[in-house]
């Protein structure tokens, strides 16, 4: 007798493997997903902090904590050194108004006072 095809726990077998690297695949791409969402917020908070270092530049009198498209600012300056012509800015973006974490951006430059 020649046997043609597969039998029914080949088949079964066959039906697993593949559905267990479907399962892998799937979870890498939600997991890849997730970290490309969590790569763009950073770097919108990033673009934020530049964006308000760039404001203080052009008039570092108006300056205050506030909500920036969703992300709490906070925007400090401090004398650099002993020079009274340089300041130091730091301005910090945070998801929200809570403590300091780890997926805080701060940015840090030194202006030149006008």
Known sequence: MIKK???YVEAMIG???FMLM???IIR???VAQNNAKKNNEILKMAYIAQSQVERYKTNPVE???KD???FYVTITSEPF???DVVEQVTVTVRKTFAMPSDEDVIV???VLKK
């Open 22 to 24: 479907a399962v892998f």
């Open 28 to 30: 890498m791409a939600i």
């Open 81 to 83: 050194g002993d020079s």
């Open 63 to 65: 300056f205050e904590n």
């Open 68 to 70: 920036v498209e969703g």
């Open 5 to 7: 095809g597969f039998t």
């Open 108 to 110: 840090q430059c030194h």
């Open 15 to 17: 039906v697993a493997i």
